[in-house]
Structure formats: C-alpha cells, structure tokens
C-alpha cells in the first residue's frame, strides 16, 4: 500500500472533515482519536502492515493503538467507531475505562450537598431527591470526563488516560443524555423551575475545561459554584420554591470550598505559570493566595456562627465551624498537597455536622 504524505497531522485533522490521502503514526492516532473522513485512504505507520476490510460497504483499516487497543479508521466515515479503552480490548476493559471517571472524593460533595438542601426542607420525597442526585452525579461525571479530554488530548498535560477520544465522546454523551433525562423528569414532577436550577451545574461542568479553568474567579470558584447549586436545587425539588436559609448555606459552601480550592491549585503553581493558567495563586503568588484561601474559608465560618447565633442555623451548625477551623488550624502548616487533603476531608465533617444539626437539632 502507498504512502501518500507523510507529515504531523494532529493539527491538521483536527481543522479539517476531509483529507486527500495522509499517512497516521501512533502518536497522531492517540491526538486525533476519531475516525477521519478522507477521499483517498489512510495509512497507519505502527511497523507493521494492516488488513484492509470492509465495513457498511465501505474501507477501512483494522489495527491497533499504541495501547494495543483494536480500532476502525474509516476511509469515507461510514465505519464503526474506535474503542473505547486504551488499554485493553472488550466490555471489561470499556467498562473499567468508564468507571474510572467516577472520582468519588469529588462526586460525594455535590451529591452530599443534593441530599442535604432536601434534609433542609424538613423531609425527603424519594423520587424528585433520587431524580435530582443522579442528575449531579451526571454532571460531575461530564466535568470529570471533559476534564480529562481537555488535558491529554488537548493540552497534553497528563501522561495518560484510560479512555481513547471517541470513548470520551461517548461517555460525555452518555452522561449528558442521563443528565437531561432527569432533569426532565423532574420538570414533569415538580415544575419548570426545579429544571432551570439544575441545569447551571451541567453547564458549570461541562464547560470547565477549557473554559472556566483558565480564569482565577472561575478556574477556583467553579466546583464550589456546583455545590451551592445542588444544595438549592436538593431543596427546591422537594419543596417546588426557593427560602433563605438554603441559599444561606449555599453562600457558606461556595465560599469554604473556594479557600480550599485556591490551595488545592496552588500545588500545580509552577506549571500553571508554565502555560500561563491564571489561578488565583499564578494571579497573585503563592503566598497571597494561601492568605485568600484562609480568607474565604475563615468568611464562611463566621458566617455560620453568625447565622447560628442569630437563628436561621440550627444552634449546633457552631460545632461544624469549629470542627472545620481545627483542621484549618492544622493544614495551614502543611505543604499545599497535604492542606488540600486535609481541607477536602475537613470539609466532608463539616458538611456531616451540619447535616447532623439540621436533622436533630440537638444544640437547637
């Protein structure tokens, strides 16, 4: 088989539907990821010849990734699609590609934070709080998924990633029929507005990267942004109306979780300098932006004190600013990778105590 040309093409397919006749290395296929729709043919250079086929009527090439992964590249566009998985081949090896998506240290907030603004509404209906926590879930696992594209296929950031580009694609699908599916729902079961606060957290999420994650404001205030909408979104599909007091707590989440997300960048400072990602500490300095992140997170708790102390809190929300201030206390000597854990867990008591608080009201 004749090789036509033979130059880079991870730009050059990007930009173009059509190519006249290309030649693909390993390392254009892992860039490109898709099936490429040319009017001659394709010639995938791996050190070894590949089998011509045909698929739906139409040519293509069946070889391997670099991960040894089997793939289709489509001459005319009519082929199956590429794998799933890079490493591996079959339903297992997709399925473990999908699940390793799921990043429970970030997904349990906002669907913690779903659960608890239903908690706030005094009761739980099973089916708008199920309907609206899997909606969460849907849109985190779509930032999770965008995150990932955005960072090995597009900026080269990450070493790896076990989906291919297609495989991406399809999650991202997958993830956001699910998302609309129940947020539909729960517009038939609760009413137009339930959807309409709901919706902001898909597209916080999908539009994280490359978006909002090259902005200090929003590169820091993105997921905590996502929080604060789940617990009002959590209240409003079990009361079908909006109130002070989940919006309050809301405001005391999106302000902790914006401290601990301006220390978590901070660990990536150097490189994001690197490739001018304005995060609050690459805006600032380090040292400004740890005194910005204990700033926001100091905000909050006295915010909940405050609001303890005045009523709208329950009387024991206190314990959960205390139990928060203690581990704040302690990261603030750690290096910014062991703060951010510390800070993430703390926040995880934190949001146990005021749930706690709410439900019982034991101080109260």
């Known amino acids: 088989m004749e090789r036509v040309l033979d130059l880079p093409l991870s730009e050059r397919l990007l930009g173009e539907a059509d190519v006249a006749g290309v030649v693909l290395d ?6 490109v990821g898709r099936a490429v729709r040319v009017t ?3 010639v995938l250079t791996a050190g070894r010849p590949l089998n011509v086929e045909r698929c739906n009527g139409a040519p293509h090439f069946v070889g391997c990734d670099a991960a040894g992964a089997p793939d289709h590249y489509a001459l005319t566009g009519l082929c199956v699609p590429m794998s799933i998985a890079r490493h591996g081949a079959g339903p297992r090896a997709a399925l473990a590609a999908l699940g390793s998506q799921v990043h429970p240290v ?8 779903s659960l608890f603004g239903a908690i706030l509404a005094g009761g739980f209906d099973s089916l708008p709080g199920t309907l609206h926590a899997v909606a969460i879930f849907a849109a985190v696992y779509t930032a999770h998924v965008k995150d990932g594209y955005v960072d090995f296929y597009g900026r080269g950031e990450d070493d790896d990633h076990p ?26 079961v609760v009413d137009a507005g339930a959807a309409l606060v709901t919706v902001p957290c898909w597209l916080i999420a999908y539009h994280h990267a490359p978006q909002l994650d090259t902005n200090p404001v929003t590169a820091t205030s993105g997921y905590p942004a996502g929080v604060a909408l789940s617990i009002i979104g959590g209240y409003y599909a079990q009361t079908g109306a ?38 609050v500490a690459v805006a600032v300095g380090p040292d400004r932006a740890w005194a910005v992140a204990y700033g926001l997170m100091l905000s909050a708790l006295a915010l909940v004190v405050g609001l303890a102390v005045l009523g709208p809190f329950p009387t024991g929300s206190a314990l959960a600013a205390i139990a928060f201030a203690a581990v704040a206390a302690i990261a603030r000597r750690a290096d910014p990778e062991i703060a951010t854990m510390l800070l993430i867990r703390g926040s995880y008591v934190f949001l146990a105590v005021l749930v706690a608080a709410v439900w019982w009201q034991p101080l109260g």
């Open 26 to 31: 390993e390392e254009d296929v892992r860039r």
């Open 40 to 42: 001659h043919y394709v």
């Open 106 to 113: 970030f997904m349990l907030p906002p669907i913690a934070a």
């Open 163 to 188: 989906l291919t580009a297609a495989g991406c694609r399809y999650a991202l699908a997958g993830s956001t029929t699910l998302f609309a599916v129940c947020t539909a729902a729960l517009w038939l």
């Open 242 to 279: 909006l109130a002070a007091r989940p919006v309050a707590f809301a405001v005391v989440f999106l302000a902790l979780l914006s401290g601990v997300k301006v220390i978590d960048d901070a660990q990536d400072y150097d490189y994001d300098r690197s490739i001018r990602k304005r995060t």
